[in-house]
């Protein structure tokens, strides 16, 4: 069943764009590879007191390990279309 909106008088437009990307595509070069993978380690990286980027801890948990290494490894080798 599709949902129709007739009525548009209630309608906010707003200007913006989205960014859809591959889980563990961290530098959004449209593959998971390597260059997703490298910035990941060395594990046990605390993000606030490192100079690794912050979207290494792709789980927000505070600390960079083998389950943020999970995620990327799990899509390695897909692309983006």
């Known amino acids: 069943m ?3 909106k007739t009525d548009n008088a209630n309608t906010t437009s707003v200007d913006c764009f989205v960014l859809v ?3 563990g595509d961290l530098n959004n070069d449209g593959i998971v590879d390597y260059r997703d993978i ?3 380690c060395p594990f046990r990286q ?3 007191r490192s100079k690794l980027e912050p979207n290494c801890d792709i789980i927000e948990d505070g600390i ?3 389950r943020d290494i999970n995620v990327p ?3 390695y080798g897909k692309t983006d279309p």
């Open 64 to 66: 960079i390990d083998y």
């Open 46 to 48: 605390n993000p606030a």
């Open 2 to 4: 599709a949902l129709t």
């Open 21 to 23: 990307v591959i889980v």
């Open 38 to 40: 490298n910035p990941i």
């Open 73 to 75: 490894s799990r899509n």
